[in-house]
């Protein structure tokens, strides 16, 4: 099984935030929440066609009602 680390930063408080992905992770939208913080973050990963990360984006979880 493809285990995916990714490192980055909160974009609340700028915490690091480390995430352990298995391949069966959805490959569009995952919602995280931040252990520092515990707002929640958007991560979209965007995958190659073997499931290698080739990009990753995490932005704060907007739009949602609350
Ligand atoms: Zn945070």
């Known amino acids: ?3 995916v680390e990714l490192h980055d930063r ?5 915490a ?3 995430l352990t ?3 069966n992770a959805p490959e569009d939208d995952l919602l995280e929440e931040c252990p520092h913080c515990g ?3 958007d991560v979209q990963l965007r ?3 073997n499931g290698c990360p080739v990009d990753v ?3 704060r979880d907007d ?4």
């Not at 909160?10 to 700028?14: A, H, L, S």
């Not at 739009?63 to 609350?66: E, I, N, Q, T, V």
Request: aromatic share 4%.
């Open 47 to 49: 995958l190659d066609g």
């Open 63 to 66: 739009g949602s009602s609350g």
């Open 21 to 23: 992905l298995d391949e």
């Open 10 to 14: 909160c974009p609340w408080c700028g």
């Open 39 to 41: 707002r929640p973050v």
């Open 16 to 18: 690091r935030i480390d």
């Open 1 to 3: 099984m493809a285990i």
């Open 57 to 59: 984006e995490i932005r």
